[in-house]
Protein backbone atom coordinates (compact mmCIF):
# COMPACT_ATOMS: atom_id res chain seq x y z
CA UNK A 1 0.00 0.00 0.00
CA UNK A 2 1.30 3.46 -1.02
CA UNK A 3 1.10 5.96 2.25
CA UNK A 4 1.26 9.49 1.14
CA UNK A 5 2.86 12.04 3.53
CA UNK A 6 -0.24 14.59 4.64
CA UNK A 7 1.41 18.20 4.28
CA UNK A 8 -0.75 20.15 6.39
CA UNK A 9 -1.32 24.20 6.01
CA UNK A 10 0.37 26.21 8.28
CA UNK A 11 -3.01 27.79 9.61
CA UNK A 12 -3.76 24.06 10.70
CA UNK A 13 -0.01 23.58 11.71
CA UNK A 14 -0.45 26.92 14.01
CA UNK A 15 -4.13 25.34 14.90
CA UNK A 16 -2.31 22.25 16.58
CA UNK A 17 0.62 24.54 18.03
CA UNK A 18 -1.77 26.40 19.99
CA UNK A 19 -3.77 23.37 21.28
CA UNK A 20 0.12 21.76 22.23
CA UNK A 21 0.97 25.00 24.24
CA UNK A 22 -2.51 25.28 26.04
CA UNK A 23 -1.85 21.70 27.29
CA UNK A 24 1.77 20.76 27.35
CA UNK A 25 3.09 24.28 28.06
CA UNK A 26 0.15 25.99 30.46
CA UNK A 27 -0.73 22.46 31.62
CA UNK A 28 -4.48 22.60 31.08
CA UNK A 29 -5.69 19.25 30.70
CA UNK A 30 -7.84 20.09 27.36
CA UNK A 31 -8.31 23.15 25.21
CA UNK A 32 -11.31 25.31 24.21
CA UNK A 33 -12.17 26.54 21.27
CA UNK A 34 -12.45 30.18 22.59
CA UNK A 35 -8.86 29.93 24.06
CA UNK A 36 -7.59 28.69 20.86
CA UNK A 37 -9.27 31.87 19.32
CA UNK A 38 -7.64 33.80 21.85
CA UNK A 39 -4.42 32.61 21.18
CA UNK A 40 -4.37 32.56 17.64
CA UNK A 41 -6.08 35.69 17.51
CA UNK A 42 -8.30 34.72 15.52
CA UNK A 43 -12.24 34.22 15.27
CA UNK A 44 -13.68 31.14 16.62
CA UNK A 45 -15.50 29.93 13.01
CA UNK A 46 -12.48 29.78 12.26
CA UNK A 47 -11.27 27.89 15.21
CA UNK A 48 -14.26 25.48 14.66
CA UNK A 49 -13.93 24.77 11.14
CA UNK A 50 -10.42 23.87 11.79
CA UNK A 51 -10.67 21.84 14.50
CA UNK A 52 -13.28 19.78 12.19
CA UNK A 53 -10.37 19.45 9.80
CA UNK A 54 -8.33 18.37 12.46
CA UNK A 55 -10.46 15.69 13.68
CA UNK A 56 -11.30 13.86 10.20
CA UNK A 57 -7.13 13.76 9.84
CA UNK A 58 -7.43 12.08 13.05
CA UNK A 59 -4.78 14.97 15.36
CA UNK A 60 -7.72 15.81 17.66
CA UNK A 61 -10.27 14.42 19.52
CA UNK A 62 -13.56 17.26 19.02
CA UNK A 63 -16.69 17.33 19.62
CA UNK A 64 -18.73 20.45 19.14
CA UNK A 65 -19.05 22.21 22.65
CA UNK A 66 -16.12 19.68 23.98
CA UNK A 67 -12.99 20.31 25.09
CA UNK A 68 -10.22 19.29 22.78
CA UNK A 69 -7.53 17.41 23.48
CA UNK A 70 -4.42 16.37 20.89
CA UNK A 71 -4.28 12.75 19.64
CA UNK A 72 -1.04 10.82 19.60
CA UNK A 73 -0.46 11.89 16.00
CA UNK A 74 -1.37 15.54 16.83
CA UNK A 75 0.76 15.84 19.35
CA UNK A 76 3.37 14.39 17.97
CA UNK A 77 3.41 17.08 15.41
CA UNK A 78 2.42 19.87 17.54
CA UNK A 79 5.22 18.84 19.88
CA UNK A 80 7.75 19.41 16.30
CA UNK A 81 6.04 22.65 15.23
CA UNK A 82 6.32 24.17 18.77
CA UNK A 83 10.31 22.76 19.41
CA UNK A 84 10.74 24.70 16.02
CA UNK A 85 9.37 27.87 16.66
CA UNK A 86 11.22 27.84 19.75
CA UNK A 87 15.03 26.94 18.72
CA UNK A 88 14.25 29.39 15.69
CA UNK A 89 13.11 32.27 18.30
CA UNK A 90 16.39 31.75 19.74
CA UNK A 91 18.46 31.93 16.93
CA UNK A 92 16.77 35.40 15.86
CA UNK A 93 16.50 37.02 19.41
CA UNK A 94 20.29 35.37 21.06
CA UNK A 95 21.87 34.74 17.31
CA UNK A 96 20.95 37.73 15.39
CA UNK A 97 20.19 39.90 18.41
CA UNK A 98 16.57 40.35 17.05
CA UNK A 99 14.06 42.15 18.97
CA UNK A 100 11.32 39.48 20.83
CA UNK A 101 8.16 40.03 18.41
CA UNK A 102 10.47 40.69 15.58
CA UNK A 103 11.79 37.07 16.71
CA UNK A 104 8.15 35.89 17.48
CA UNK A 105 6.83 36.86 14.05
CA UNK A 106 9.73 35.28 11.61
CA UNK A 107 9.91 32.43 13.93
CA UNK A 108 5.86 32.00 13.18
CA UNK A 109 6.49 32.33 9.27
CA UNK A 110 9.26 30.01 9.33
CA UNK A 111 8.14 27.43 11.47
CA UNK A 112 6.32 25.70 8.59
CA UNK A 113 9.04 26.38 6.10
CA UNK A 114 12.15 24.67 7.37
CA UNK A 115 12.51 21.28 6.22
CA UNK A 116 13.78 18.55 8.91
CA UNK A 117 17.10 18.57 7.71
CA UNK A 118 17.84 22.31 7.57
CA UNK A 119 15.95 22.86 11.17
CA UNK A 120 18.78 20.13 13.11
CA UNK A 121 21.54 21.99 10.72
CA UNK A 122 19.96 25.30 12.34
CA UNK A 123 20.46 23.72 15.93
CA UNK A 124 23.25 22.46 15.49
CA UNK A 125 24.75 25.61 14.51
CA UNK A 126 22.99 27.44 17.15
CA UNK A 127 24.57 24.88 19.71
CA UNK A 128 28.28 25.63 18.19
CA UNK A 129 27.82 29.25 18.71
CA UNK A 130 26.73 29.16 22.47
CA UNK A 131 29.33 26.51 23.81
CA UNK A 132 32.29 27.68 21.39
CA UNK A 133 32.37 31.37 21.05
CA UNK A 134 34.81 32.97 23.25
CA UNK A 135 33.59 36.21 25.23
CA UNK A 136 35.72 38.45 23.03
CA UNK A 137 33.87 36.97 19.72
CA UNK A 138 30.61 36.92 21.36
CA UNK A 139 31.35 40.73 22.00
CA UNK A 140 31.83 41.16 18.35
CA UNK A 141 28.24 39.64 17.53
CA UNK A 142 26.60 42.31 20.32
CA UNK A 143 28.16 45.00 18.63
CA UNK A 144 27.44 43.30 14.66
CA UNK A 145 23.75 43.31 16.16
CA UNK A 146 23.63 46.91 17.21
CA UNK A 147 23.71 47.87 13.41
Not at 35 to 43: C, E, Q, Y
Not at 117 to 135: P, T
Request: aromatic share 8%; glycine share 4%; with cysteine.
Amino acid sequence: MNKMKLKLSSVLEDCLEAIYIITAVDKMPAARVTDISRLMSVNKCNVTSNMKILGELGMVNYSQYRWITLTVKGKRIAKTIYSRHVELVKFFSEILGLPDEVSERNACKMEHLMDTFSMQRLNIFVKFIRNNISMRYNQGIKNFVKV
